[in-house]
Nanobody, 118 residues
């Protein structure tokens, strides 16, 4: 069973930075792609960033220029570096994985809370 465990969330002031980590129980090259999404209270889940097996990346317009997704295959870990954080970035951030067998985000972590507030 694939497990994804996020960490690194917390309280940060506006303009601050956070780096989220997602540790996977399986080798990252087992997955077609990895990604991060977020969900704020009362809002739909939003895809934030993705990274393919070949290290191609894509970002949501809402965070483009402020966020960087990366991965370390040796550590089976995906990262989300977030800078210039705004109060509207407050949300639960989820890591997810897309296997080669299906074209969907089949595996999800439990999420980590990010709160941007002064």
């Amino acid at each position: 069973q694939v497990q994804l465990v996020e960490s690194g969330g917390g309280l940060v002031q506006p303009g601050g930075s956070l780096r989220l980590s997602c540790a996977a129980s399986h080798r990252l090259f087992s997955f077609r792609a990895m990604g991060w999404s977020r969900q704020a209270p009362g809002k739909q889940r939003e895809l934030v960033a993705t990274i393919s097996s070949g290290f191609s990346t894509d970002y949501a317009d809402s965070m483009k220029g402020r966020v960087t997704i990366s991965k370390d295959n040796a550590k089976n870990t995906v990262y989300l570096q977030m800078n210039s954080l705004k109060p509207e970035d407050t949300a639960v951030y989820y890591c997810h994985a897309k296997p080669y067998s299906v074209d969907s985000w089949a595996y999800w972590g439990q999420g980590t809370q990010v709160t941007v507030s002064s």
